[in-house]
């Protein structure tokens, strides 16, 4: 009984950090990347982007998608965003500022 609650609590706490990890609401980011040609700036909010499973979606050209994320890394203390254009399949490098 002990050891299955255990697992739970750790499961659940797993589960917990790695979205708060992945969250994108309210955030900024800078492309850092060897390419340009995205967008120089992306920001997540009410007004400009939003993310729907783990595609980017643009607000200003009636929700049209741009972007999948490939994954999220955390690189000395600072989130990494790696995303994969839709039209040209080029990978994509930002910055949390």
């Known amino acids: 009984m002990k050891l299955k ?4 609590i750790l499961g659940l706490s797993v589960f917990l ?5 992945k969250s994108l609401i309210n955030s900024i980011w800078k492309n ?4 340009s040609g995205l967008l120089d700036i992306l920001v997540f909010n009410d007004t400009h982007n939003f993310v729907r499973n783990d595609t980017i979606y643009r607000r200003m050209v009636i929700d049209s998608p741009i972007a999948v994320i ?3 890394d ?3 203390g600072e989130r990494r965003l790696y995303l994969k254009r ?3 399949q080029k990978n994509y490098r930002f910055c949390e500022q």
């Open 5 to 8: 609650s255990l697992l739970v």
């Open 17 to 21: 950090y790695s979205c708060k990890n």
């Open 32 to 35: 850092c990347g060897d390419n």
């Open 70 to 72: 490939d994954r999220i």
């Open 74 to 76: 955390t690189y000395y």
């Open 86 to 88: 839709l039209s040209d």
